[in-house]
C-alpha cells in the first residue's frame, strides 16, 4: 500500500490559492490520486481524482508530476467555506476494494 | 436521490450490548463501505461489500460483523460493545462504472459505549 505524507495544518486568508502537497514515494503503476474534503460531523466529499499531469474540475485542480512521486491540490480563491480537513488517498481503485488509506489528512483554516 | 443515509444517527450503549448499524444507498452502488473515524484521526476501514451478498474485513474488523443482503442495504453489527468501539462510523458506496474511486459518504453514526 503506497503512503501518503501530507501537512497536518495549514493557514490562508480568504481570496488566496491554496495548494496542498502530498508525499507518496511508492505508489504503484497501477494507483491513482484521490482527494476527499471532510467538515465537521460530516462524511468526506470526493474532491477530485487522477492519475498524471494535471485534471481539473469546477472545485480544484490536481497536478501531479512526471515522477507521480507526489501531488498537488490547488484550490484557487478559497473562502471561509473551505475550512476543512483534505485527505489525499493513493490506491488501485481498478483492484482490490479496501486498500484505499485515509491518513489524518491536512487541517486546512482559513481567515479572513 | 437520498444519496446514501445511515440508521441511527446517534446511540449510546453499554459494554456487552449489541446493536446494528444500517446503511442506505439509492444510487445501485455496487460497492459499500463501513468506516470508522476517531478524534483527530482519519477513516479507517472496518468491512467492505463489492456486491451483494459478499462481504470483506478491512483494516479494523475485529469486534464487527456485516451483512449485504441486499444490493441496497449494508449492516454494521457489534455483538458485543466495548468502550474501544466507541467513535464515528461512516458509511459509504461508490460505482465501479467511471468515476471509480469517488466514494460518497453517509452523515455518520456516533456511537458511544459506556
Known amino acids: 500500500l503506497a503512503k501518503t505524507t501530507q501537512p497536518i495544518s495549514m493557514d490562508s486568508y480568504e481570496g488566496q490559492e491554496v495548494n496542498i502537497t502530498c508525499s507518496h514515494n511508492?505508489?504503484?503503476?497501477?494507483?491513482?490520486i484521490t482527494w476527499y474534503q471532510q467538515f465537521p460531523s460530516q462524511g468526506p466529499r470526493f474532491i477530485i481524482q487522477?492519475?498524471?499531469t494535471k485534471v481539473t474540475n469546477e472545485v480544484a485542480s490536481l497536478f501531479i508530476p512526471a515522477d507521480r512521486k507526489s501531488s498537488t491540490l490547488s484550490l484557487p480563491r478559497v473562502s471561509l467555506s473551505d475550512t476543512a480537513v483534505y485527505y489525499c488517498l493513493v490506491g488501485d481503485v481498478r483492484g482490490s476494494q479496501g486498500n484505499l488509506i485515509f491518513g489524518k489528512g491536512t487541517k486546512l483554516s482559513v481567515k479572513p | 436521490n437520498a444519496g446514501v443515509t445511515q440508521t441511527p444517527k446517534f446511540r449510546v450503549l453499554k459494554t456487552g450490548q449489541s446493536m446494528t448499524l444500517l446503511c442506505a444507498q439509492d444510487m445501485n452502488h455496487e460497492y459499500m463501505y463501513w468506516y470508522r473515524q476517531d478524534p483527530g484521526m482519519g477513516l479507517r476501514l472496518i468491512h467492505y461489500?463489492?456486491?451483494?451478498?459478499?462481504?470483506a474485513k478491512g483494516e479494523v474488523p475485529d469486534g464487527y460483523n456485516v451483512s449485504r443482503l441486499k444490493k441496497q442495504n449494508f449492516l454494521l453489527g457489534l455483538e458485543s460493545a466495548a468502550p474501544s468501539q466507541t467513535s464515528v462510523y461512516f458509511c459509504a458506496s461508490r460505482s465501479s462504472g467511471i468515476k471509480e474511486g469517488e466514494q460518497y459518504f453517509g452523515p455518520g453514526t456516533r456511537l458511544t459505549v459506556t
Open positions: 487522477g492519475y498524471k
Open positions: 461489500s463489492v456486491g451483494e451478498g459478499t462481504t
Open positions: 511508492n505508489i504503484a503503476t497501477n494507483d491513482y
